[in-house]
């Protein structure tokens, strides 16, 4: 059976703790972006070449203003519009997971397919209690990543995915 219609959403939310990890990660991004831009402003104002105005000298700090200024409404609005759209599910003999704020990526994953599942967990991650589920088939196209689970469902869910998939192997030799 087809459907015509648009793609529900998967049943489960990442968890809360996400929007944290991506403002901290946001916010590391923020002061390279705005550190980079200190740097290069104030090398190229003290540099003395011509084709540099003659204001930009004095006033080497309006460029990391601007960068500040034009990057601070991503930084705090991207971890909630994730959350809102960062989405998983384990329905039947599928997984099925839903990512991306500009460009949406759904992701359906048989689980007879599955040939490993992985969680991990970066410095970030461990401290806020999260972790990252990666699950893997023969097909790059076929895999998916699911970001920002409690560590806990991140577990439960890899153990019961790889007993699921011993099984179905085991059912189809």
Do not use: C
């Amino acid at each position: 059976m087809t459907s015509t219609g648009p793609l529900r959403d998967p049943a489960n939310r990442v968890s809360p703790k996400a929007v944290r990890l991506w403002l901290l990660e946001a916010l590391v991004a923020f002061v390279f972006f705005v550190g980079g831009s200190v740097i290069v402003a104030q090398w190229v104002g003290g540099s003395g070449w011509s084709w540099v105005p003659g204001w930009f000298a004095g006033n080497w700090w309006v460029l990391p203003a601007v960068v500040g200024v034009l990057t601070t409404p991503f930084l705090v609005a991207e971890p909630f519009v994730r959350y809102a759209v960062h989405r998983w599910e384990l329905s039947g003999d599928v997984v099925y997971a839903r990512s991306g704020f500009l460009t949406r990526e759904w992701v359906f994953v048989p689980v007879s397919r599955i040939q490993t599942v992985d969680k991990g967990q970066g410095w970030m991650e461990r401290m806020l209690g999260l972790a990252t589920l990666e699950i893997r088939t023969a097909s790059h196209a076929g895999s998916s990543t699911i970001k920002g689970l409690d560590f806990a469902v991140a577990a439960g869910l890899a153990e019961q995915l790889a007993h699921r998939a011993e099984a179905l192997r085991d059912d189809a030799t």
